[in-house]
């Protein structure tokens, strides 16, 4: 139940705190006091939109906060909004995704407008009912996720045959670059090997003749060089006798000439190695010719990434294996999902059938008690195709004179509407277990002994539940546990007005009542009607 409402800076009301008892809650006002602004209030508890233009004038923010006393304890839901536009949520004073807040006060409370009435055309609003009556919300929800499972296995097996046609329609191709990249004979490396090799094919005599002149340094003038070291290496040998250090400098000339032997020989090897043959450059330029119109093909610049590109050809004929697999493992799949689904589909549906007689006879009974005598409430079911609901297509069917029955949306009027919605909540009510049921106006349209007997109804539904009615009705005002008065007050200093909230007990009580049944101007007959009205409430 909702045990309190705290309200700061929201539309016309400054600051307001709240208590409500259980049972029959009556709200009463005048036109344009703000009833349908505490309906606002407790709307942003169930996750209506945030709107700025919600705020107080003059004020940065408006917070509502509700606390409600549950089986598992006291919730708080409050929700901030800023001028900015932007809103927090919070449970139990711990910030939360909006969704979540709106799932928990829709637990908490269910609130009923005057356009609600309108819902009873829906289909699925129908199917909806009926299943929490038959006790297969669960089923539904069930059901639902299995369709959804058949929905993505559907569009898995969809892309992949999309893409295994794909794969074959370019099969052809594909294997034609997998073939002449395979018949290159690629490897890593070869391309820079094969440039410096065609830098030296190209420029071989001018490669021998300066590496003769290198040999000829070593071996040329009257004393080689090498053969100039060792006498130089001895001479310092034979002086290390009387010269300190010598005998070091002898060993670095030593070393030096050791380097110079292997410089020299390599020089020889590579003079050596020098090949001129105009055969091998062409051959050497046949081939980066092809690999250098490989990697323009393919966009790339390297035959690093020339492999890459062949290695991706190769794995498209083993995607193309991969995906008859992935096909044949999904329709398997698919198959196994329709079948658990149309297994659902028949669960639900006994329920449903099982369960429309006995919702029909309990609405149709509602329907007599609210002086709908006559009347006849049908649920038709229909089978369809397969789908997130299961195999049926709900219709309530309705005759206010008990003759032929015909879809409510085409036959019912506003009262009447009225009156079968709340024959329905009355019944959801006592098997969903709702803990709060907030009526607006629900006795719209209706009046005389027909207004007494939806007050009754109502009040009924108050001996188990908490209910708020916001009634205009003094038949209906006369029956609640506790009355709480909305007014608006206007500041003429400030040019400001004000919506507060007042619990009427006594005679303050008696004068709302009989100011519903007489207007503003209250006469000595309606103080004494109200008087008569709240004693047979007792």
């Known amino acids: 139940m909702l045990q309190s409402l705290h309200i700061r800076n929201f ?71 800023y001028s900015s536009g932007r809103s927090r949520s919070f449970i139990d004073d711990c910030p939360v995704q909006l969704q979540e807040l709106s799932e928990l006060g829709g637990r908490l409370f269910d609130i009923h407008s005057q356009h609600q009435s309108l819902l009873l055309t829906d289909r699925q609003f129908q199917l909806g009912l009926l299943d929490r009556y ?52 690629l490897r890593s490396g070869e391309l820079e090997a094969l440039e410096e090799e065609q830098l030296a094919l190209g420029n071989a005599e001018e490669i021998r003749e300066r590496l003769a002149t290198a040999l000829g340094s070593f071996n040329g003038g009257e004393i080689p060089v090498r053969d100039a070291l060792q006498q130089a290496r001895k001479a310092l040998e034979h002086a290390a006798r009387y010269l300190p250090g010598a005998s070091a400098l002898a060993e670095r000339i030593d070393s030096a000439r050791i380097e110079l032997d292997d410089i020299f020989s390599e020089v020889e090897d590579a003079a050596e190695r020098i090949d001129s043959s105009p055969a091998r450059l062409e051959q050497v330029e046949q081939r980066l010719s092809t690999l250098y119109r490989l990697m323009t093909k393919h966009g790339v610049s390297s035959v690093d990434e020339l492999i890459g590109v062949r290695e991706h050809y190769a794995s498209l004929a083993v995607d193309a294996e991969g995906l ?15 079948a658990e689904h149309e297994g659902i589909c028949r669960r639900l549906h006994g329920m449903r059938e099982e369960a429309a007689g006995r919702f029909s006879a309990e ?29 049926d297509s709900v219709e309530f069917l309705f005759s206010a004179d008990g003759t032929r029955s015909t879809e409510l949306a085409k036959c019912a009027s506003g009262g009447e509407l009225s009156r079968i919605m709340l024959s329905l909540k009355a019944l959801m009510a006592r098997f969903e277990g709702m803990p709060t049921l907030i009526f607006d106006e629900i006795d719209t349209g209706v009046s005389g002994s027909v207004a007494a007997r939806m007050g009754q109804m109502i009040c009924r539904m108050g001996e188990t539940m908490q209910v708020f009615s916001i009634t205009h009705l003094p038949q209906v005002a ?36 009989a100011r519903l049944l007489s207007g503003e101007s209250i006469t000595a007959e309606a103080v004494a009607n109200a008087r008569a009205l709240l004693n047979e409430g007792v």
């Open 478 to 513: 006369a029956k609640g546990t506790a009355h709480y008065l909305v007014s608006k007050t206007f500041d003429a200093a400030s040019g400001v007005s004000t919506s507060g909230i007042t619990l009427l007990q006594g005679e303050a009580r008696v004068q709302e009542i």
């Open 11 to 81: 539309v016309l009301i400054d600051s307001l705190d709240v208590q409500f008892p259980e049972g029959l809650v009556i709200i009463t006002g005048q036109t344009g006091a703000g009833k349908s602004i505490l309906l606002g209030a407790l709307g942003l508890l169930a996750g209506d939109k945030a709107d700025p233009g919600l705020i107080r004038a003059g004020a940065d923010s408006c917070v509502v906060e509700g606390i409600f006393n549950t089986p598992e304890g006291e919730r708080i839901i409050r929700r901030v909004i």
């Open 363 to 391: 609405v149709t009974d509602g329907l007599s008690f609210l002086e709908l005598e006559r009347a006849r409430f049908q649920i038709r079911l229909t089978g369809i195709a397969p789908g997130a609901t299961g195999a």
């Open 134 to 185: 038959a006790g297969a919300t669960a089923l539904a929800e069930d059901c639902r996720k299995a369709w959804e499972r058949i929905g993505e296995c559907d569009r898995e097996l969809t892309q992949a045959r999309q893409a295994l046609q794909q794969s074959r329609a370019e099969a052809d191709y594909n294997s034609a670059q997998l073939r002449e990249l395979e018949s290159a004979g």
């Open 324 to 338: 008859d697999d992935r096909i044949t493992s999904l329709e398997k799949q698919l198959k196994t999902l329709r």
